[in-house]
Nanobody
Framework: QVQLQESGGGSVQSGGSLKLSCAAS?????MAWFRQAPGKEREGVAL???????AYADSVKGRFTISRDNAKNLLYLQINSLKPEDTGMYYC?????????????????WGQGTQVTVSS
């Protein structure tokens, strides 16, 4: 059984930065960060399979950095140059398959989320 716990969200002004963390337990071959704004579908923002080949959504490239500490079972998301449209609940997700996917439906495990609010 995999358990995920996010932390690090908060309220910041446009242009600010945050670093999100996700503590994981269990077998997490492929991990990812998703976000969900009010009234919108959950969308993937960054993927980190165990192979290490990270991937980013076009909307966050150059601003978000996903990293992983396998020894400590921690997943991070460094968010820079925050924009109001980045506001939403950010979720850590994991799946047992080593293959990456942008589809939230293919992830077996989810954290409870951490809120990011960006004001202009």
């Amino acid at each position: 059984q995999v358990q995920l716990q996010e932390s690090g969200g908060g309220s910041v002004q446009s242009g600010g930065s945050l670093k999100l963390s996700c503590a994981a337990s269990g077998d997490t071959r492929c991990m990812a960060w998703f976000r969900q704004a009010p009234g919108k579908e959950r969308e993937g923002v960054a993927l980190f399979p165990r192979s290490g080949s990270t991937a980013y959504a076009d909307s966050v490239k150059g601003r978000f950095t996903i990293s992983r500490d396998n020894a400590k079972n921690l997943l991070y998301l460094q968010i820079n140059s925050l924009k109001p449209e980045d506001t939403g609940m950010y979720y850590c997700a994991a799946r047992s398959s080593p293959h990456v996917s942008w589809s939230a439906y293919l992830y077996n495990y989810w954290g409870q989320g951490t809120q990011v609010t960006v004001s202009s």
